[in-house]
C-alpha cells in the first residue's frame, strides 16, 4: 500500500502539501485528545480516586493558556475533603 501511494506521490507531486498537512493535523488532533484524556478532571480508576479532582494543588495551572496570571501566588479558598 505504502508503494502505491509513493508511486502515486512521484506522479502527482502537487500532492505532498496535502499529504504532509493532513499527517500534522492528525498528529496535533491525537496529541490533544491525549493531553484531555490525562487531565486532573478525568478519572480512570473510579475505585482507587473516585474524585481526583479534590486532590490537587491550589498552584496548578489547569488552563491551556494563562494571561498575566501567578499560580504560584493563589492561596487556597476552600476545605480539606
Known sequence: MLSTVSRQLKSHPALVPLFIFIGGGTVM???YLLRLAMGPHVSWNRN??????????PTHQHKFYKVNM???KLKKEGPDF
Open 48 to 57: 482507587g480516586n473516585p474524585e481526583p479532582w479534590n486532590k490537587t494543588e
Open 70 to 72: 501567578d499560580y504560584s
Open 29 to 31: 488532533s491525537g496529541a
